[in-house]
């Protein structure tokens, strides 16, 4: 983890103020995910993707090219704007677990492909899942 002066990111706040003053880069949860259970992490990095249709989620970029975590909220507790799409966040949650099985992996896979507007290729999906992410209890998205 690494010290960051979290009074120094000035932005809009959504949720419960951050409580944590080390940032977790997103890379060290995806290369050990299951270390990384149950455990309050600060994220930082650009919104990549944002909930169209109740802003109940965002999706933070990696310090890594291509990588990405979700942090998914309570619908209505937060509501994520569209407009934080492509701006830098901080955001404090709980690294959870989610099992899915072949029918829920296909219906999250149907319901993205419908918000994203695009096509959904059922061969897309080829079994169970296991989805980390993190349920988020407050973020700082910047002006």
Same mark, same amino acid.
Do not use: N
């Given at each position: 983890?690494?010290?960051?002066?979290?009074?120094?990111? !000035?932005?809009?706040?959504?949720?419960?103020?951050?409580?944590?003053?080390?940032?977790? *880069?997103?890379?060290?949860?995806?290369?050990? *995910?299951?270390?990384?259970?149950?455990?309050?992490?600060?994220?930082?990095?650009?919104?990549?993707?944002?909930?169209?249709?109740?802003?109940?989620?965002?999706?933070?970029?990696?310090?890594?090219?291509?990588?990405?975590?979700?942090?998914?909220?309570?619908?209505?507790?937060?509501?994520? *704007?569209?407009?934080?799409?492509?701006?830098?966040?901080?955001?404090?949650?709980?690294?959870?677990?989610?099992?899915? !099985?072949?029918?829920?992996?296909?219906?999250?896979?149907?319901?993205?492909?419908?918000?994203?507007?695009?096509?959904?290729?059922?061969?897309?999906? !080829?079994? *169970?899942?296991?989805?980390?992410?993190?349920?988020?209890?407050?973020?700082?998205?910047?002006?």
């Amino acid at each position: 983890a690494l010290a960051f002066d979290v009074a120094s990111f !000035t932005g809009t706040t959504y949720g419960e103020p951050l409580t944590l003053s080390e940032v977790t *880069p997103v890379s060290a949860i995806l290369d050990d *995910p299951a270390a990384y259970i149950g455990q309050r992490v600060l994220v930082r990095g650009m919104v990549v993707a944002v909930c169209e249709e109740k802003g109940c989620w965002m999706d933070i970029a990696s310090d890594r090219d291509f990588e990405k975590v979700q942090v998914k909220v309570d619908d209505g507790v937060i509501v994520f *704007p569209l407009t934080a799409k492509g701006k830098q966040a901080l955001v404090e949650g709980v690294v959870e677990q989610l099992e899915l !099985t072949l029918e829920q992996a296909v219906a999250q896979a149907k319901a993205m492909a419908e918000e994203h507007g695009t096509v959904f290729d059922s061969s897309s999906v !080829t079994g *169970p899942q296991t989805l980390f992410r993190i349920r988020g209890k407050g973020a700082i998205v910047a002006d």
